[in-house]
């Protein structure tokens, strides 16, 4: 299953609300995480099951979408969420396949 | 608090195996509703799942690398490794180790918490 994200970049600014797709090649249900990563770390996991906060993770973060179309809402973008944000489709194992990221950069 | 982290050479060199460790501490690796698993970064680049392991030794592996993939599991050290044939320049990059969680499909699913991950360069 092949995972298109768009943008591959964008520029915000800080208290912009911003928004991120992934779309599935098929029909994955809501079987779809995102997760965060910064320069020089791992990534973290943000969302899970397509709507699903994880545990810390900001309330400002939020999941949603299901079948083939998904997104991830920043509403009020603060200077540490500029980072690479990737989607993940975990559907159809194996293989476990993640989006191309999408670089979230100071505007 | 689970952690994990990642061991092994940074440099290998072409047609060599890779090596890796992924030892897990502050929980058990024993358990029956999580898997682990390895994700690599090429420099620049993104994610690419390796491939994933349950502590009784059933594993799943990207097809694209079946065929040099090895994973297994240590219960006993509370440990997983990843052995990689043939390497190549292609297989340069980050090397992560992550705890997945079984999803409703009782499929490996989401991976939190991550390791650090290690740096592998392939070079003579």
Redesign the interface.
Known sequence: IQMTQSPSSLSASVGDRVTITCRASQSIST?L?W?QQKPG?????LI??ASSL?SGVPSRFSGSGSGTDFSLTISGLQPEDFATY?C?Q??S?????????TKVEIK | QLQLQESGPGLVKPSETLSLTCTVSGGSISSNTHYW?WIRQSPGK????I??IYYNGYT?????LKSRLTISVDTSRNQFSLQLSSMTAADTGIY?C?RQ?E?L?V???????????TLVTVSS
């Not at chain 1, 194992?93 to 990221?101: N, S």
């Not at chain 2, 499929?107 to 991950?117: H, L, N, V």
């Open positions: 079987y995480n997760y770390k791992a990534p973290q996991l899970y099951s994880q990737y993940q975990s559907y194992t194996p293989p476990l396949t993640f989006g191309g990221g | 698993g993104g994610l690419e799942w491939g994933t799943y592996h990207n097809p694209s992560f992550a969680t999803n499909r499929f490996p699913d989401w991976m939190d918490p991550w390791g650090p991950g």
